[in-house]
């Protein structure tokens, strides 16, 4: 049985990926805080609300294809991270990196959006 902070990742993903609005709002209803934190290094998205929206506006661009995971769902206590590539029509990919932490009621209440590959350290 999945615990709490991979129940949060796994759903925030389903959510990620669900062109449905209904389906979508009633996954990160289960998953992300109401007053939840989406950051990045740009921006910072305030509420589960302004994320619902933030997503379908991905989902709706017709560039992107879609997402897939490249890595397992790292979850231990109350934290998670993992990585994933957006595909896109044109061929090309973008990597991502998300950590996230859940909050007392099992609700994602910040997500770290890392864009881009993270470089190899110098030798």
């Known amino acids: 049985m999945p615990s709490p902070v991979e129940t949060a990742a796994l759903t925030y993903i389903r959510a990620s990926a669900e062109r449905d609005p209904v389906a979508r709002a009633a996954l ?3 998953c992300f805080a109401a007053d939840g934190r989406f950051v990045t ?5 305030l509420g589960r609300a302004a994320v619902d929206a933030m997503i379908g506006r991905a989902l709706a661009d017709p560039e992107m ?3 897939r995971m490249l890595s397992a769902i790292d ?3 109350t934290t998670f991270r993992y990585r994933s590539v957006v595909d896109r029509r044109d061929g090309t990919t973008m990597e991502f990196f998300d950590a996230g932490e859940i909050d007392a009621d099992g609700r994602i209440a910040t997500l770290l959006v ?3 590959p993270l470089a190899d350290a110098a030798g």
Do not use: P, Y
């Open 41 to 45: 290094r740009s921006r910072v998205i």
């Open 65 to 67: 294809l879609g997402f």
């Open 114 to 116: 890392f864009a881009g």
């Open 28 to 30: 990160l209803e289960a």
């Open 75 to 77: 979850a231990v206590g």
